[in-house]
């Protein structure tokens, strides 16, 4: 099983900036939290994370057939960026949006997410702990499937 994490814009700054909505832990210790799981579990991982629209669209394009699915923190781009959506649509592999934050109890804006439909489900408001209930959902979804090949 392989599974792609994808962090888009300012996830590099978690745990330093509103910290009263993305938590303390640091980026690189979510990304070890994820890669200790994933190991645990015997789930190959790759983490990637970019502040560029276009950088994380060719991502998807260019693992759209190297993975079993893929966890995305879109950032600020779940909010208008309908061409990750499309990209998402365009391939395969499920996806599962995770945020930090609950992102329906915060400014309105960021309650309407178009990158969400593109996706099997969302997670969010359960901090750093979403990236592995996106995972464990992954792993399900994809056995499930392979049950009924």
């Known amino acids: 099983m392989k599974i792609l994490v994808i962090n888009g814009p300012n996830i590099n700054l978690t ?3 509103e910290t009263n909505f993305y938590g303390i832990k640091d980026y690189f210790e ?3 939290d994820i890669r200790r799981y994933a190991a645990d579990n015997d789930i190959e991982i790759e983490i ?5 629209e276009g950088e994380i669209i ?3 394009h260019d693992t759209r057939k190297k993975i079993d699915g893929a966890v995305i923190n879109p950032g600020a781009y779940t909010h208008y960026s309908y061409a990750i959506r499309d990209a998402i649509n ?4 499920p996806y599962v949006e ?3 934050s609950n992102i329906h109890a915060r400014d309105e804006f960021r309650s309407k997410s178009v990158t969400a ?15 592995i209930l996106a995972i464990e959902a ?3 979804k994809v056995e499930k499937h392979d049950d009924k090949a």
């Open 138 to 140: 992954i792993v399900r």
């Open 98 to 100: 995770v945020h930090l």
């Open 117 to 131: 439909p593109a996706c099997i489900g969302q997670i969010c408001g359960l901090g750093e702990d979403g990236y």
């Open 15 to 17: 745990g330093e900036r």
């Open 48 to 52: 990637f994370q970019s502040n560029h």
């Open 90 to 93: 365009a391939v395969t592999p």
């Open 30 to 32: 979510i990304c070890d």
């Open 58 to 60: 060719d991502k998807i």
